[in-house]
């Protein structure tokens, strides 16, 4: 009689668990409380040249939930004579919120920039980020007469800008985002426990497994003649 050898059915390994699980630990990572500094950096460009990427310090940067001004150092480009637009970009948070270029050097105007950020977010999600180049308000240039002075000096650097970040709370559910999530968790909850109940009736599968083969292998006798 032959035997057959029924391989044991092995435990899921840490690393496959934790790839399925990522997907839920991932808001958690994401999340914020109020009053965490949201990191933020920025490129240049100047002439058709650009910067890498530069984290900005945590001053100069967006603080979750909570409305502020900051004055933000300009530095001057390589290169730089003036002649040509200097612009900025920006990446919010660790989602990386990308901002699309600014300008706010030789932009046509004769007064001072001042960059609005809007900013949304849900609880202790960040949802995504605008922002603009407007003329600064006179008030603000009475009450800070030496960024006007600075920034129209062609031999100050670097130059500051005021940067206004604004907070919006957006309460409303996404229906459709949620039900994804949900049925993607229960997805890979069921996966998971179907391993282990599959794990947990291994020696019940050996011994079907065991008999099915012993039987096979059992010659056929004749049929008997039905007279």
Not at 24 to 30: F, N, Q, T, Y
Not at 95 to 106: G, I, M, S, Y
Request: charged share 20%; with cysteine.
């Amino acid at each position: 009689m032959a035997s057959a050898t029924v391989k044991p059915l092995l435990s899921p390994p840490p690393l496959l668990l934790l790839l399925l699980l990522l997907p839920s630990l991932l808001p958690i990572a994401l999340a914020y409380k109020p009053g965490d500094v949201v990191p933020m950096s920025r490129m240049g460009q100047y002439h058709s040249s650009r910067t890498v990427w530069q984290d900005l310090i945590g001053r100069h940067c967006p603080i979750f939930a909570v409305n502020r001004e900051v004055l933000m150092p300009l530095p001057k480009p390589t290169g730089y004579t003036g002649a040509d637009p200097y612009k900025i970009s920006f990446q919010v948070g660790r989602e990386k919120f990308f901002v699309p270029w600014l300008l706010v050097v030789n932009r046509k105007s004769t007064e001072v920039p001042l960059i609005e950020v809007d900013l949304r977010y849900s609880g202790s999600d960040f949802h995504g980020v605008t922002a603009k180049v407007v003329d600064m308000p006179h008030h603000y240039v009475e009450i800070h007469p030496e960024i006007r002075k600075q920034f129209w000096d062609a031999e100050h650097w670097p130059k500051h800008i005021l940067v206004r970040y604004t907070w919006k709370e957006h309460s409303e559910i996404d229906v459709t985002s949620g039900f994804y999530v949900l049925f993607g968790s229960g997805l890979m909850l069921s996966f998971i426990l179907s391993i282990y109940i599959l794990q947990s009736s291994r020696d019940k599968l050996e011994r079907f497994v065991r008999e099915t083969v012993a039987e096979s292998n059992v010659p056929i006798g004749e049929i008997a003649k039905v007279e």
